[in-house]
């Protein structure tokens, strides 16, 4: 069965910074493209970035210069680590496997003063 767990999250005040992992079991994300996305209160689910198999990254116009994805196949596992964060950054993240759209539960992240 393929999984993936979501931790991480947390609460903390505007400027601050969180690492939240994604790790997968039951499957070798080696050769996967993995994502990030976030759900706000009341809004849709939308796009944060992406990690090819190479390392390769692209970002959404929201994370660029503030969040990084990296990956390390050895521990089967992403992370997101989040930079200057904004009130606005609060919302529950989720990892998926792009091409099988498998997604984790999710971790809430909270930006609060």
């Known amino acids: 069965q393929v999984q993936l767990v979501e931790s991480g999250g947390g609460l903390v005040q505007p400027g601050g910074s969180l690492r939240l992992s994604c790790a997968a079991s039951?499957?070798?994300?080696?050769?996967?493209?993995l994502e990030w996305y976030r759900q706000a209160p009341g809004k849709g689910r939308e796009w944060v970035g992406i990690i090819g198999v190479d390392g390769d990254t692209s970002y959404a116009d929201l994370a660029k210069g503030r969040f990084t994805i990296a990956r390390d196949n050895a521990k089967n596992t992403i992370t997101l680590q989040m930079n200057n964060l904004e009130i606005e950054d609060t919302a529950v993240y989720y990892c998926k496997i792009r091409v099988k759209g498998i997604w984790g539960q999710g971790t809430q992240v909270t930006v609060s003063s």
């Open positions: 039951g499957i070798s994300i080696s050769h996967q493209s």
